[in-house]
């Protein structure tokens, strides 16, 4: 509940992955850039290590971990003007009936914000009736806010809360494009393509275009180390077909982690299958190759990039293109392309992207009572789905929390502690194997 008393705001955000954190304190950033901002990691299967918080870039005033049965406990005593829901829909339809049912009685209440890690290609109506019932449900680009206000207008429920703004993590300097590209970087994905058959084709060609081009740099960004999870699952990891590839990467392909803003600043061709990044890339006007080479699809995501003029095929790359992207398509996504002004925009445009939702979320702050969350789905509208979405975060159809969770203890410690936690590291190690490995090989065998 916010303070009365105190001068400087202060925002909370819960986060559930790694990407989910940098969209969450970045986005609090934009909102509020002068607040304190402290930070909670929702316990569960994509808790990021500390070393994914390093490499994220992303940093709080306080940061731990908790079980969001206990997030929803202590909200009375959480003191925010602004909280930043950055999770998974459910955990945000969880968190919004849980906070509702905390505040009851409160006359005061923090404003909810949430919103999307990146380009929204799948589940569009699912996420985003779970996301219902915040205050602000942020939109990154103009074609997105569309999108989302037709969905809530076509349940008949209210679409005031949606909000456009835009990735709150594009920037960097504008790119300065040599005579032919010295660097490409491949942008793997944890979850697409899924197929063992589909990875290795494209570790291969990403392998044949560093040999076919030894004046190149050809690098694999990749998301996570084996054993972490991020956002999606990974079941395939590039490192294990890496390992096993037929002569082995030549001297002009690698293997690189770390921040993707960093590996932007030496990328002369950015190539991708759907990945967030390309949007990043093109911010900077970074020539950006979004694959065809396992068709457009739905289930790959790369149909979101439908007339952006950025669709290609590995061949097309090996043989000199590079794809010039859209204006027009580039402005309704939100993409200020070398942060320059395409057709219909004006030079500082993405600076002034969040002007809206920063008055929106102060002025709902700034109101002596706000009405309770009030979500889509309640226990009348959506009785066969919504007990099992609340349950899963230790909360009953109403939003209380059950039982059988409040009585489990909790771990001590922050979450600097529990990167010295050794037992703890070595059962989600093996969760994570099972997940990866044993997972995988179950469902396989059931096709057999």
Known sequence: MPSPTHCAPRVAVLADSDTRWKWGALTARRLHPDARLDGYLLRGRATPTVRQLGEVGAHADSLREIRGVDFVREADRSRCDVLVLACVG????????????????????????TGYVGVVYEK??????????????????????????????????????????????????PHRAPDAPRTVVFAAQPSVPESREARTYLLRRAVEHARRHPDREVLIKLRSRPGEHTTHIEELPYQKLAARHPGGLPANCRLVYGNMGEVLDRTDLMVTVSSTAA????????????????????????????????????????????????????????????RGAPPGRSPGEYERAFDAARDRVAELAAADQLPPPAPYYTPRTAPGYLPGILARYGLDPHGAPLAGFVDAPQEAGGLRQLARDTVREAARGAYRHGVQRVAPAIRRWGQL
């Open 124 to 173: 569009l109506a699912d996420g985003l009736l779970l996301r219902h019932g915040a205050d602000v449900v942020l939109a990154n680009s103009r074609h997105d806010a569309d999108r989302f206000r037709a969905v809530y207008r076509g349940v008949g429920a209210s679409d005031d809360s949606v909000v456009e703004c835009a990735l709150p993590f594009l920037g960097g300097a």
């Open 279 to 338: 949007l990043e890339s093109l911010h900077r006007g970074i020539p950006t190759a979004v694959l065809t080479d396992l068709g457009i699809r739905e289930a790959l995501g790369n149909h979101h990039f439908l007339g952006s003029g950025c669709l290609a095929s590995w061949d097309e790359l090996d043989a000199g293109h590079r794809p010039e992207p859209d204006p027009q398509w580039l402005a309704r996504q939100g993409v200020a392309r070398g």
């Open 90 to 113: 459910g955990a945000v339809q969880a968190m919004v009936h849980g906070l509702a049912h905390a505040w009851r009685t409160d006359r005061r209440r923090p404003v909810l914000v």
